[in-house]
Protein backbone atom coordinates (compact mmCIF):
# COMPACT_ATOMS: atom_id res chain seq x y z
CA UNK A 1 0.00 0.00 0.00
CA UNK A 2 0.76 3.65 -0.57
CA UNK A 3 2.79 5.03 2.66
CA UNK A 4 1.95 8.90 3.22
CA UNK A 5 3.35 11.12 6.02
CA UNK A 6 1.98 14.11 7.59
CA UNK A 7 4.10 15.92 9.70
CA UNK A 8 2.75 18.44 12.93
CA UNK A 9 4.81 20.35 15.31
CA UNK A 10 3.27 18.16 18.29
CA UNK A 11 3.21 14.89 16.57
CA UNK A 12 3.82 12.92 13.46
CA UNK A 13 1.38 10.30 12.11
CA UNK A 14 1.71 7.81 9.72
CA UNK A 15 -1.55 7.30 7.18
CA UNK A 16 -2.20 4.83 4.50
CA UNK A 17 -3.65 6.44 1.24
CA UNK A 18 -5.64 3.27 -0.30
CA UNK A 19 -5.17 2.51 -3.63
CA UNK A 20 -8.45 3.50 -5.84
CA UNK A 21 -9.40 2.21 -9.70
CA UNK A 22 -11.59 4.97 -11.31
CA UNK A 23 -12.47 3.89 -14.86
CA UNK A 24 -15.13 5.07 -17.18
CA UNK A 25 -17.42 2.97 -18.33
CA UNK A 26 -19.58 3.06 -21.86
CA UNK A 27 -23.29 1.55 -21.21
CA UNK A 28 -24.88 0.60 -24.40
CA UNK A 29 -27.37 -2.02 -25.42
CA UNK A 30 -26.43 -5.32 -23.72
CA UNK A 31 -24.79 -3.86 -21.11
CA UNK A 32 -25.00 -4.73 -17.65
CA UNK A 33 -23.62 -5.35 -14.16
CA UNK A 34 -22.16 -8.60 -15.30
CA UNK A 35 -19.48 -6.72 -17.13
CA UNK A 36 -18.10 -5.69 -13.99
CA UNK A 37 -18.69 -8.00 -11.97
CA UNK A 38 -15.36 -10.46 -12.32
CA UNK A 39 -13.20 -6.89 -11.20
CA UNK A 40 -15.82 -5.99 -8.76
CA UNK A 41 -13.78 -6.00 -5.85
CA UNK A 42 -11.07 -3.86 -8.00
CA UNK A 43 -13.16 -1.08 -8.86
CA UNK A 44 -13.85 1.75 -6.65
CA UNK A 45 -15.76 3.60 -8.88
CA UNK A 46 -16.99 4.43 -12.68
CA UNK A 47 -17.85 7.46 -14.61
CA UNK A 48 -20.66 6.55 -17.09
CA UNK A 49 -20.95 7.21 -20.84
CA UNK A 50 -25.06 6.66 -21.85
CA UNK A 51 -28.07 6.03 -19.99
CA UNK A 52 -28.17 2.75 -17.92
CA UNK A 53 -31.02 1.94 -16.07
CA UNK A 54 -31.63 2.62 -12.32
CA UNK A 55 -31.27 -0.96 -11.80
CA UNK A 56 -27.86 -1.22 -12.95
CA UNK A 57 -26.79 1.94 -10.71
CA UNK A 58 -28.27 0.25 -7.78
CA UNK A 59 -26.22 -3.05 -8.57
CA UNK A 60 -22.96 -0.94 -8.34
CA UNK A 61 -23.92 0.45 -5.20
CA UNK A 62 -25.16 -2.81 -3.68
CA UNK A 63 -21.19 -3.96 -4.67
CA UNK A 64 -20.03 -0.99 -3.46
CA UNK A 65 -19.00 1.18 -6.16
CA UNK A 66 -19.73 4.67 -6.16
CA UNK A 67 -21.60 5.95 -9.88
CA UNK A 68 -21.00 9.26 -11.84
CA UNK A 69 -22.57 10.39 -14.61
CA UNK A 70 -20.26 11.35 -17.46
CA UNK A 71 -21.43 14.57 -19.63
CA UNK A 72 -20.05 17.02 -22.29
CA UNK A 73 -20.85 19.70 -23.72
CA UNK A 74 -19.35 23.44 -25.46
CA UNK A 75 -19.51 26.73 -25.72
CA UNK A 76 -22.97 27.43 -26.62
CA UNK A 77 -24.32 25.20 -23.62
CA UNK A 78 -23.40 27.85 -21.46
CA UNK A 79 -23.52 30.86 -23.25
CA UNK A 80 -25.85 32.36 -20.95
CA UNK A 81 -26.70 32.18 -17.66
CA UNK A 82 -30.28 30.81 -18.25
CA UNK A 83 -28.41 28.06 -20.08
CA UNK A 84 -25.94 27.08 -17.57
CA UNK A 85 -29.13 27.14 -14.44
CA UNK A 86 -31.03 24.48 -16.64
CA UNK A 87 -27.87 22.58 -17.28
CA UNK A 88 -26.75 22.82 -13.88
CA UNK A 89 -30.48 22.16 -13.06
CA UNK A 90 -30.69 18.93 -15.03
CA UNK A 91 -27.60 17.68 -13.48
CA UNK A 92 -29.51 17.72 -10.15
CA UNK A 93 -31.81 16.09 -11.11
CA UNK A 94 -30.40 13.56 -12.99
CA UNK A 95 -28.66 12.19 -9.74
CA UNK A 96 -31.74 12.37 -7.96
CA UNK A 97 -33.89 10.59 -10.63
CA UNK A 98 -31.16 7.79 -10.94
CA UNK A 99 -29.56 7.59 -8.02
CA UNK A 100 -26.02 8.79 -9.32
CA UNK A 101 -23.30 9.83 -7.18
CA UNK A 102 -22.11 12.60 -9.01
CA UNK A 103 -21.48 14.21 -12.62
CA UNK A 104 -18.13 13.73 -14.16
CA UNK A 105 -17.51 16.72 -17.24
CA UNK A 106 -15.80 16.19 -19.90
CA UNK A 107 -15.65 19.22 -21.84
CA UNK A 108 -12.84 19.80 -23.83
CA UNK A 109 -11.30 22.24 -26.31
CA UNK A 110 -13.22 24.90 -25.77
CA UNK A 111 -12.19 28.39 -26.61
CA UNK A 112 -9.89 29.73 -23.40
CA UNK A 113 -12.01 32.93 -23.88
CA UNK A 114 -15.46 31.53 -21.80
CA UNK A 115 -12.56 30.59 -18.94
CA UNK A 116 -15.14 33.60 -16.69
CA UNK A 117 -17.98 32.21 -17.95
CA UNK A 118 -16.85 28.95 -17.20
CA UNK A 119 -15.63 29.32 -13.74
CA UNK A 120 -19.27 30.30 -12.77
CA UNK A 121 -20.67 27.07 -14.63
CA UNK A 122 -18.21 25.14 -12.18
CA UNK A 123 -18.93 27.15 -9.25
CA UNK A 124 -22.87 26.56 -9.37
CA UNK A 125 -22.63 23.56 -10.47
CA UNK A 126 -20.44 22.62 -6.90
CA UNK A 127 -22.63 24.55 -4.92
CA UNK A 128 -26.19 22.77 -6.30
CA UNK A 129 -24.28 19.40 -6.25
CA UNK A 130 -23.12 19.61 -2.84
CA UNK A 131 -26.01 20.78 -1.54
CA UNK A 132 -27.50 17.85 -2.45
CA UNK A 133 -25.16 15.78 -1.07
CA UNK A 134 -23.95 14.96 -5.01
CA UNK A 135 -20.26 15.27 -6.25
CA UNK A 136 -18.91 17.19 -9.07
CA UNK A 137 -15.87 15.69 -11.02
CA UNK A 138 -13.53 16.73 -14.27
CA UNK A 139 -11.49 15.55 -16.71
CA UNK A 140 -8.61 17.67 -18.21
CA UNK A 141 -5.62 17.25 -20.30
CA UNK A 142 -2.31 18.10 -21.20
CA UNK A 143 -0.74 19.98 -24.51
CA UNK A 144 2.79 21.55 -25.45
CA UNK A 145 1.24 24.47 -24.88
CA UNK A 146 0.89 23.89 -21.21
CA UNK A 147 4.51 23.08 -20.27
CA UNK A 148 5.97 25.66 -22.49
CA UNK A 149 3.72 28.40 -20.50
CA UNK A 150 2.75 27.35 -17.18
CA UNK A 151 0.64 30.89 -17.03
CA UNK A 152 -0.73 29.83 -20.96
CA UNK A 153 -5.15 30.55 -20.53
CA UNK A 154 -6.78 27.73 -20.49
CA UNK A 155 -11.28 27.34 -20.31
CA UNK A 156 -10.88 26.02 -17.35
CA UNK A 157 -8.76 27.93 -14.19
CA UNK A 158 -6.87 25.25 -12.54
CA UNK A 159 -7.59 26.80 -9.40
CA UNK A 160 -11.37 27.28 -9.47
CA UNK A 161 -10.81 23.22 -10.36
CA UNK A 162 -9.25 22.75 -7.52
CA UNK A 163 -11.66 24.56 -5.27
CA UNK A 164 -15.07 22.80 -6.99
CA UNK A 165 -14.35 19.88 -8.08
CA UNK A 166 -14.28 16.49 -5.78
CA UNK A 167 -11.98 14.73 -8.40
CA UNK A 168 -9.81 15.66 -11.26
CA UNK A 169 -9.54 13.27 -13.36
CA UNK A 170 -6.35 13.64 -15.76
CA UNK A 171 -6.69 11.78 -19.16
CA UNK A 172 -2.85 10.71 -19.58
CA UNK A 173 -3.74 9.81 -22.93
CA UNK A 174 -4.25 11.03 -26.43
CA UNK A 175 -1.08 12.98 -26.42
CA UNK A 176 -0.82 12.02 -30.12
CA UNK A 177 -4.78 11.97 -31.16
CA UNK A 178 -4.54 9.69 -33.97
CA UNK A 179 -7.51 10.19 -36.08
CA UNK A 180 -6.51 13.80 -36.10
CA UNK A 181 -3.69 13.39 -38.10
CA UNK A 182 -3.53 15.38 -41.51
CA UNK A 183 -7.23 16.57 -40.68
CA UNK A 184 -7.29 19.97 -41.42
CA UNK A 185 -9.58 21.23 -39.27
CA UNK A 186 -7.34 19.64 -36.75
CA UNK A 187 -4.32 20.75 -37.59
CA UNK A 188 -4.02 23.81 -34.55
CA UNK A 189 -4.40 20.94 -32.40
CA UNK A 190 -0.91 20.11 -30.82
CA UNK A 191 -2.45 16.30 -29.98
CA UNK A 192 -2.80 16.39 -34.07
CA UNK A 193 1.15 17.54 -35.22
CA UNK A 194 2.64 13.95 -35.64
CA UNK A 195 2.62 10.34 -34.98
CA UNK A 196 2.80 8.31 -32.04
CA UNK A 197 1.68 6.88 -29.02
CA UNK A 198 -1.54 8.01 -26.93
CA UNK A 199 0.50 8.28 -23.70
CA UNK A 200 4.56 7.36 -22.98
CA UNK A 201 6.62 7.70 -19.28
CA UNK A 202 8.26 10.79 -19.54
CA UNK A 203 4.86 12.31 -20.85
CA UNK A 204 2.49 11.29 -18.29
CA UNK A 205 4.99 11.84 -15.72
CA UNK A 206 5.25 15.63 -17.12
CA UNK A 207 1.47 15.63 -17.15
CA UNK A 208 1.10 14.82 -13.40
CA UNK A 209 3.71 16.99 -12.41
CA UNK A 210 2.03 19.90 -13.82
CA UNK A 211 -1.29 18.91 -12.50
CA UNK A 212 0.16 18.10 -9.39
CA UNK A 213 0.84 21.94 -8.56
CA UNK A 214 -2.35 22.81 -8.86
CA UNK A 215 -4.73 20.45 -7.54
CA UNK A 216 -4.74 18.79 -4.37
CA UNK A 217 -3.12 14.93 -4.85
CA UNK A 218 -6.17 13.15 -2.90
CA UNK A 219 -8.56 14.70 -5.46
CA UNK A 220 -6.62 13.57 -8.66
CA UNK A 221 -6.92 10.47 -10.77
CA UNK A 222 -4.29 9.26 -13.21
CA UNK A 223 -6.05 7.84 -16.01
CA UNK A 224 -4.58 5.53 -17.99
CA UNK A 225 -5.03 4.53 -22.22
CA UNK A 226 -6.50 1.09 -22.84
CA UNK A 227 -6.33 1.41 -26.53
CA UNK A 228 -3.30 2.33 -28.73
CA UNK A 229 -2.31 4.16 -31.65
CA UNK A 230 -2.16 2.85 -35.54
CA UNK A 231 -0.89 4.57 -38.29
CA UNK A 232 -0.96 3.76 -42.12
CA UNK A 233 2.94 5.38 -42.93
CA UNK A 234 2.80 5.30 -46.76
CA UNK A 235 1.23 7.74 -48.65
CA UNK A 236 -0.66 9.92 -46.98
CA UNK A 237 -0.29 9.11 -43.19
CA UNK A 238 -3.40 8.07 -41.26
CA UNK A 239 -4.62 7.50 -37.83
CA UNK A 240 -6.77 5.52 -36.08
CA UNK A 241 -7.23 4.06 -32.17
CA UNK A 242 -7.60 0.43 -31.88
CA UNK A 243 -9.40 -0.42 -28.39
CA UNK A 244 -7.00 -3.64 -28.15
CA UNK A 245 -3.15 -3.95 -27.45
CA UNK A 246 -1.92 -5.57 -30.72
CA UNK A 247 -2.84 -4.67 -34.72
CA UNK A 248 -6.83 -6.36 -35.88
CA UNK A 249 -5.65 -6.04 -39.59
CA UNK A 250 -2.18 -8.01 -40.08
CA UNK A 251 -1.27 -8.97 -43.85
CA UNK A 252 1.07 -12.77 -43.23
CA UNK A 253 2.69 -13.10 -39.60
CA UNK A 254 2.66 -9.90 -37.29
CA UNK A 255 6.26 -9.16 -36.26
CA UNK A 256 7.83 -8.70 -32.61
CA UNK A 257 7.29 -5.98 -30.98
CA UNK A 258 10.09 -3.52 -30.40
CA UNK A 259 10.11 -1.83 -26.56
CA UNK A 260 10.79 1.62 -26.81
CA UNK A 261 12.88 1.78 -23.71
CA UNK A 262 12.80 5.90 -23.14
CA UNK A 263 8.73 5.92 -23.83
CA UNK A 264 7.93 2.78 -22.14
CA UNK A 265 5.89 1.34 -25.00
CA UNK A 266 5.85 -1.43 -27.92
CA UNK A 267 5.90 -0.50 -31.35
CA UNK A 268 4.59 -2.88 -34.15
CA UNK A 269 5.67 -2.07 -37.79
CA UNK A 270 3.76 -3.93 -39.87
CA UNK A 271 2.24 -4.84 -43.34
CA UNK A 272 -1.82 -4.26 -43.37
CA UNK A 273 -4.54 -5.65 -45.42
CA UNK A 274 -5.07 -2.66 -46.31
CA UNK A 275 -1.49 -2.91 -48.50
CA UNK A 276 0.14 -0.22 -46.36
CA UNK A 277 3.18 -0.59 -44.09
CA UNK A 278 1.71 0.78 -40.43
CA UNK A 279 3.39 1.91 -37.26
CA UNK A 280 1.44 0.16 -34.54
CA UNK A 281 2.06 1.77 -30.50
CA UNK A 282 0.41 -0.31 -27.99
CA UNK A 283 -1.23 0.28 -24.63
CA UNK A 284 -0.64 -3.68 -23.43
CA UNK A 285 0.41 -4.53 -20.20
CA UNK A 286 3.68 -4.24 -20.57
CA UNK A 287 3.24 -0.43 -20.77
CA UNK A 288 0.88 -0.07 -17.86
CA UNK A 289 2.99 -1.71 -15.48
CA UNK A 290 5.31 0.81 -15.94
CA UNK A 291 2.27 3.57 -15.51
CA UNK A 292 1.40 1.75 -12.44
CA UNK A 293 5.06 2.32 -11.27
CA UNK A 294 4.98 6.15 -11.92
CA UNK A 295 1.72 6.19 -10.12
CA UNK A 296 3.62 4.81 -7.14
CA UNK A 297 6.82 7.01 -7.54
CA UNK A 298 4.62 10.22 -7.73
CA UNK A 299 2.09 8.80 -4.83
CA UNK A 300 -0.90 9.61 -6.55
CA UNK A 301 -3.04 6.90 -4.93
CA UNK A 302 -6.10 7.04 -7.51
CA UNK A 303 -5.54 5.89 -11.02
CA UNK A 304 -8.58 5.46 -13.98
CA UNK A 305 -8.61 3.76 -17.88
CA UNK A 306 -10.02 5.11 -20.58
CA UNK A 307 -12.24 3.30 -20.76
CA UNK A 308 -13.72 -0.60 -18.66
CA UNK A 309 -14.67 -2.01 -22.14
CA UNK A 310 -10.64 -2.58 -23.89
CA UNK A 311 -8.99 -3.06 -20.29
CA UNK A 312 -7.88 -6.81 -21.06
CA UNK A 313 -7.45 -9.56 -18.57
CA UNK A 314 -3.49 -9.16 -18.17
CA UNK A 315 -4.18 -5.43 -17.54
CA UNK A 316 -6.30 -5.93 -14.84
CA UNK A 317 -4.21 -8.69 -13.15
CA UNK A 318 -1.71 -6.18 -13.12
CA UNK A 319 -3.60 -3.70 -11.83
CA UNK A 320 -4.99 -5.99 -8.82
CA UNK A 321 -1.22 -6.45 -7.99
CA UNK A 322 -0.54 -2.49 -7.94
CA UNK A 323 -3.93 -1.89 -5.97
CA UNK A 324 -2.85 -4.96 -3.32
CA UNK A 325 1.00 -4.12 -2.95
Given amino acids: MLLMISVSCKQETLTTAEKKIYPWFIYKDGSSFKDIEPVKELV ?5 FGNPPKS ?3 ECHQNNIEVYHAVGGNEENINTPEKIKALVDSYVDDCHANG ?3 IDMDFEH ?28 HCV ?14 FHDPEVLARTCDLVRVMCYDMYFAPGVGNPELKHRDDCMGVGPTSNFPWTKETMSFWMKHIPRNKLVMALPAYSNDYAVTGNIKGRQIYQSVPDSVSGVLPSPTWLCYE ?28 LELADE ?28
Fill in 44 to 48: NSISV
Fill in 56 to 58: FID
Fill in 100 to 102: YDG
Fill in 110 to 137: LNPDVQDTYTGFLELASRKLHAAGKKLS
Fill in 141 to 154: GFYPALYQDENAKM
Fill in 264 to 291: KVNMYLYDSTDGQRHLFYASDVRSTEAL
Fill in 298 to 325: LEIPQIGFWHFGSVEPQMWDITGKWKTK
